[in-house]
């Protein structure tokens, strides 16, 4: 999550990854959730070019752990309803009911462009396709007959997907900052991300998204992501953001993500830019939980009194920062009540 060229950045194989996961696994971690890219955002790095296929990577880890939720990230533009369903069945066969669905609608034209595509101008468009999508692959988990669809995107003959997930419909993600993309969120997502750019912005913004999906008579939980540099003192951890996020910026691939960003999302606000390009260099826009644990544990605590019901958490190294921020942060989270003891 942090396009730096240090020498000692995530390497995204499935060696890590499988090391990463068994050890979320043991830790009590609830779940593990990918970025779906198809090509990478260029400079030194080309940042996020080199990463796994994630349904395939969800189904092995699955396959590998005990307790972890994993989560797929699926681009509805790229990849088929009928297949997706029968996927996400088999993962969570795969994972004895513990497999979950992140929707992406799409926003990245350059990765539109690379599989022949064309993004539309317009957010009513993307999520009226992803409307339809999603209403498919639903009524693929839950109709055990076959059945005809005749939509504006799809027209579909005796089509069926057996089996079904073994606990009904699978927990669905989605993040969403367009008013198209939350009104999708809410009609259908169990969770749904926003960034924590401003807490004084979220706390608003969270009561409203809770009450546009109780207006539907739903009930959504909003998360967030963080990014976690977490060490013995302060000064260390500054003098390490200092290191890989300013001094060893990849400044390419920093500038071609915010310019996808804030030309086809609407995710982040454009009125605080120069934060928010400080923030991507550290963990691609993540709400910062930089210090030492104390520091950091209070950090999540205040995105738990905003509102938000969980964060994600990022490191720069994963499988070497991890251990220290689980030996000595979630111990504090415990204590204060907002984490159940690992059992």
Same mark, same amino acid.
């Given at each position: 999550?942090?396009?730096?060229?240090?020498?000692?950045?995530?390497?995204?194989?499935?060696?890590?990854?499988?090391?990463?996961?068994?050890?979320?696994?043991?830790? #009590?971690?609830?779940?593990?959730?990918?970025?779906?890219?198809?090509?990478?955002?260029?400079?030194?790095?080309?940042?996020?070019?080199?990463?796994?296929?994630?349904?395939?990577?969800?189904?092995?880890?699955?396959?590998?752990?005990?307790?972890?939720?994993?989560?797929? *990230?699926?681009? *509805?533009?790229?990849?088929?309803?009928?297949?997706?369903?029968?996927?996400?069945? *088999?993962?969570?066969?795969?994972?004895?009911?513990?497999?979950?669905?992140?929707?992406?609608?799409?926003?990245?034209?350059?990765?539109?462009?690379?599989?022949?595509?064309?993004?539309?101008?317009?957010?009513?468009?993307?999520?009226?396709?992803?409307?339809?999508?999603?209403?498919?692959?639903?009524?693929?988990?839950?109709?055990?007959?076959?059945?005809?669809?005749? #939509?504006?995107?799809?027209?579909?003959?005796?089509?069926?997907?057996?089996?079904?997930?073994?606990?009904?419909?699978?927990?669905?993600?989605?993040?969403?900052?367009?008013?198209?993309?939350?009104?999708?969120?809410?009609?259908?997502?169990?969770?749904?991300?926003?960034? !924590?750019?401003?807490?004084?912005?979220?706390?608003?913004?969270?009561?409203?998204?809770?009450?546009?999906?109780?207006?539907?008579?739903?009930?959504?939980?909003?998360?967030?992501?963080?990014?976690?540099?977490?060490? @013995?003192?302060?000064?260390?951890?500054?003098?390490?953001?200092?290191?890989?996020?300013?001094?060893?910026?990849?400044?390419?691939?920093?500038?071609?993500?915010?310019?996808?960003?804030?030309?086809?999302?609407?995710?982040?606000?454009?009125?605080?830019?120069?934060?928010? *390009?400080?923030?991507? !260099?550290?963990?691609? #826009?993540?709400?910062?939980?930089?210090?030492?644990?104390?520091?950091?544990?209070?950090?999540?605590?205040?995105?738990?009194?905003?509102?938000? #019901?969980?964060?994600?958490?990022?490191?720069?190294?994963?499988?070497?920062?991890? @251990?220290?921020?689980?030996?000595?942060?979630?111990?504090?989270?415990?204590?204060?009540?907002?984490?159940?003891?690992?059992?």
């Amino acid at each position: 999550m942090s396009p730096t060229t240090i020498p000692e950045r995530w390497v995204a194989s499935w060696d890590n990854n499988l090391t990463l996961g068994q050890m979320l696994d043991e830790a #009590g971690i609830d779940f593990m959730l990918p970025i779906a890219r198809w090509i990478g955002y260029g400079g030194e790095t080309d940042f996020h070019g080199e990463v796994l296929e994630t349904v395939t990577w969800a189904t092995a880890l699955l396959a590998m752990t005990k307790r972890i939720s994993v989560i797929a *990230t699926v681009h *509805t533009v790229a990849n088929h309803p009928v297949a997706v369903a029968k996927q996400i069945a *088999t993962m969570d066969q795969v994972g004895q009911g513990r497999s979950g669905l992140n929707i992406v609608a799409g926003w990245n034209k350059p990765e539109y462009e690379a599989l022949g595509l064309t993004l539309p101008d317009d957010h009513e468009t993307r999520y009226g396709y992803a409307q339809e999508w999603f209403d498919i692959v639903t009524a693929l988990w839950t109709r055990d007959e076959p059945f005809d669809w005749d #939509g504006q995107y799809f027209h579909l003959k005796h089509t069926y997907s057996l089996p079904h997930p073994l606990q009904g419909i699978p927990p669905i993600v989605n993040a969403a900052g367009s008013g198209q993309g939350r009104e999708f969120a809410t009609r259908n997502a169990n969770f749904l991300f926003t960034p !924590a750019i401003d807490l004084s912005r979220s706390v608003d913004e969270i009561v409203q998204l809770k009450r546009q999906a109780e207006g539907i008579g739903r009930s959504v939980d909003v998360l967030t992501f963080s990014h976690v540099v977490c060490r @013995p003192t302060e000064q260390e951890a500054k003098d390490y953001v200092r290191y890989y996020a300013f001094d060893h910026r990849d400044d390419v691939a920093v500038s071609n993500l915010m310019r996808l960003q804030l030309a086809h999302a609407e995710s982040f606000p454009h009125d605080l830019l120069t934060r928010i *390009t400080d923030l991507f !260099a550290m963990g691609h #826009g993540g709400f910062p939980l930089v210090g030492t644990p104390a520091q950091v544990a209070e950090g999540i605590l205040k995105l738990h009194e905003t509102g938000f #019901g969980g964060t994600t958490l990022s490191f720069v190294d994963y499988n070497k920062e991890f @251990p220290y921020f689980r030996d000595n942060v979630l111990p504090i989270l415990e204590e204060k009540g907002i984490r159940l003891p690992n059992r």
